[in-house]
């Protein structure tokens, strides 16, 4: 993912920026914050959560080194989830003011953020597709088809539980069952 998006992340680099660091539990922004920043994960992660009208909590983003946090709101008055930090970070801020001038005189960064964001469609298009599945095994089938049928190093796996929305604990289950079944994930 990061080779994806490093053109959009160069460009970027470009700008002034402040580096900061986060200890987990922050909140680095709230719902409804006026957006004033872009920030690039440089390191830990940070989710994006939004509530329900219950309190029941969704993780719309998680961002890790390399990624940017709630890009699209670049194109918004406030941001519409929360950013937590979930394991200390590093990130670089970028003054929205700035970002947007820089894509007034800057023809390529313009293209640079919309291939940035169509990728983010296609992604999460990937991942409602996947979350549509009924079981784990069905959700691990369809992760693995638009990975390549590769899981990451074993240090990994929590991340790909979360991304198919089930436990670790489930997650580990099915990994079982499939070694049990055929020899390998």
Not at 15 to 37: E, H, I, K, N, T
Not at 65 to 93: K, M, N, P, W
């Amino acid at each position: 993912m990061i080779g994806i998006m490093s053109g959009l992340i160069e460009a970027l680099s470009h700008l002034p920026s402040q580096d900061m660091a986060l200890r987990a539990g922050q909140a680095l922004f709230y719902g409804g914050d006026p957006v004033r920043s872009l920030y690039v994960v440089c390191s830990g992660c940070l989710h994006l959560t939004r509530s329900d009208a219950n309190g029941i909590g969704a993780v719309m983003q998680r961002a890790t080194a390399g990624t940017l946090l709630a890009e699209s709101s670049l194109f918004s008055e406030t941001y519409h989830c929360d950013a937590v930090v979930i394991a200390d970070a590093g990130v670089q801020r970028f003054e929205k003011k700035v970002v947007r001038e820089a894509m007034t005189r800057t023809p390529a960064l313009v293209e640079d953020v919309a291939r940035h964001l169509a990728r983010e469609v296609q992604r999460t298009r990937v991942r409602v597709e996947v979350l549509s599945k009924r079981t784990v095994r069905e959700r691990l089938e369809a992760w693995l088809v638009f990975n390549d049928g590769v899981l990451p190093p074993a240090g990994n796996w929590r991340a790909v539980a979360e991304d198919i929305g089930v436990s670790p604990e489930a997650f580990y289950r099915e990994l079982q069952r499939r070694r049990a079944n055929a020899g390998g994930p």
